[in-house]
Each structure stands twice: as structure tokens, then as C-alpha cells.
């Protein structure tokens, strides 16, 4: 082989060294900060935006275009064209794992509220509000933190898929015997023996609250500035 030929050989074998960094890297990024929310293909566009992913993509397709320069085979050249491509693929193929490996670690089918060492009356508080919404089957996934105290409970929830909120808990409430007393299409309050829970959607998931039936909703002008934006908190 010519000195060119070697070079070339070379380069292709960094760049797919760089490839396959590059898909384990991107596996662990989303798998700490992807969007459980998204699809595959937002995910994979995300980080390449937002991650080492696009940096680790333009150092694969600066060894690629190199390499395909000074190849002189045309086997070499069809490598420095599938290498970037491969990755890409390769990007694409792992997110759905890694974004399903962060909703295992990272989010609960259901809301929690009691936390353990909680002073009374919040613990008191943190179980009735738990009893609540361990009445009600949920829709979506949960996340750890929240708001709590003698004011309710609120948590928050993304969607893996598409699925219409209120619509899951307009049939939900009644079935575990609430009442349904506010359904204004943007949130529905349900009430139960003294308790109270709201729901309201948000983009890419909802959010959830159930304390007693005095109280407002979301911790909205004690803990939360009223008025505020609920959903912001989601992401």
C-alpha cells in the first residue's frame, strides 16, 4: 500500500473508533438529561444540539471526508461515506434504551407524597393527600420531587406517548367513586369525603394536586406565587 492508501486507512479506522464513542456517549447523555416525553428522532436531534453529540459528529465527518480524499480504493471510500451514517443510525437506534432507562430510574407510575422523617402536621397532611391519589388510577409517568405540606400535594408527570389528560380522569374519578365538581377543559377538580384533587394538562404531561377540600389546588398563593404558571415547573 502507498503512504496516501495507509493515511486514508488510518483516518477511517479513528473516525469509526470516533463513531462508536460517539453512540456510547450520546446512549449516556440522554440517558441523564434526554426528554422522556420525545420521540426517538427528537431525541436524537436534541442531542445533537444540545449534547457532545453534534461536536463528536463533525470531528467523525472531518475524519471521514479526509479519509475519503485520500483514499484510492473504492472500498475505502464507500467506509468514509457509512461511518458518519452509521453513527447516526447508530444515535437513533439507542435512544428509545437510554430514554427508557431514565424513566426507570428517574420516574414512578404513581404520585408519592409521604416522605420518610416528615414532621407532623405535614405527615399527616403527605398521607391523607397519598390516600387520595392511591384512590385513582394515574396516566403518565411521575416525577420524584414536588410540592407538599398542609396545603396538598402536587406532583408532576410526563407522557411517553400522546394521551388526553382530563379525558383519563374525567372516566378515572367517578369509577373510584369522586365527584367531579369543575370540568373547565383546561383542568377538572374532583371531591370525596372532605378531600379535594385537581388535575390539568400541560405540554408533554400534566400535573396533579389532592389535599383537603379547602384548600387551593397546586400550592398557588402559598408556595407558589398565585397565578403562576404550573406547568412551568414540568421541565
Known amino acids: 500500500m502507498t503512504g496516501r492508501a495507509v493515511a486514508a486507512a488510518v483516518l477511517l479506522v479513528i473516525g469509526a473508533g470516533l463513531a462508536l464513542l460517539a453512540v456510547l456517549a450520546h446512549y449516556e447523555f440522554m440517558r441523564i438529561y434526554g426528554d422522556v416525553s ?3 428522532l427528537e431525541g436524537l436531534t436534541w442531542g445533537l444540539t444540545a449534547g457532545p453529540s453534534g461536536l463528536a459528529l463533525g470531528l467523525v465527518a472531518v475524519a471521514a471526508i ?4 485520500l483514499s484510492t480504493r473504492r472500498w475505502m471510500r464507500l467506509t468514509a461515506v457509512a461511518i458518519p451514517v452509521l453513527m447516526l443510525i447508530g444515535m437513533f437506534a439507542v435512544t428509545p434504551a437510554a430514554l427508557g432507562q431514565k424513566m426507570e430510574k428517574q420516574f414512578v407510575s404513581a404520585p408519592q407524597c409521604v416522605t420518610e422523617g416528615t414532621d407532623e402536621p405535614m405527615a399527616s397532611a403527605d398521607r391523607e393527600s397519598q390516600q387520595a391519589f392511591d384512590s385513582i388510577s394515574h396516566i403518565g409517568h411521575f416525577r420524584g420531587g414536588g410540592i407538599g405540606g398542609v396545603g396538598g400535594c402536587t406532583r408532576w408527570f410526563v407522557l411517553s406517548g400522546d394521551g388526553d389528560v382530563l379525558q383519563h380522569y374525567r372516566a378515572a374519578l367517578p369509577a373510584a ?3 367531579v365538581v369543575k370540568d373547565d377543559g383546561r383542568h ?3 371531591q370525596r369525603d372532605g ?4 388535575a390539568m394538562p400541560c405540554p408533554g404531561g400534566g400535573v396533579v394536586w389532592a389535599g383537603s377540600e379547602e384548600d387551593r389546588a397546586f400550592g398557588q398563593g402559598t408556595v407558589m406565587p398565585a397565578g403562576s404558571d404550573i406547568c412551568a415547573a414540568l421541565h
Open 38 to 40: 420525545g420521540t426517538a
Open 66 to 69: 479526509i479519509g475519503f480524499m
Open 177 to 179: 367513586g369522586w365527584e
Open 188 to 190: 377538572l377538580r374532583a
Open 195 to 198: 378531600l379535594a384533587f385537581e
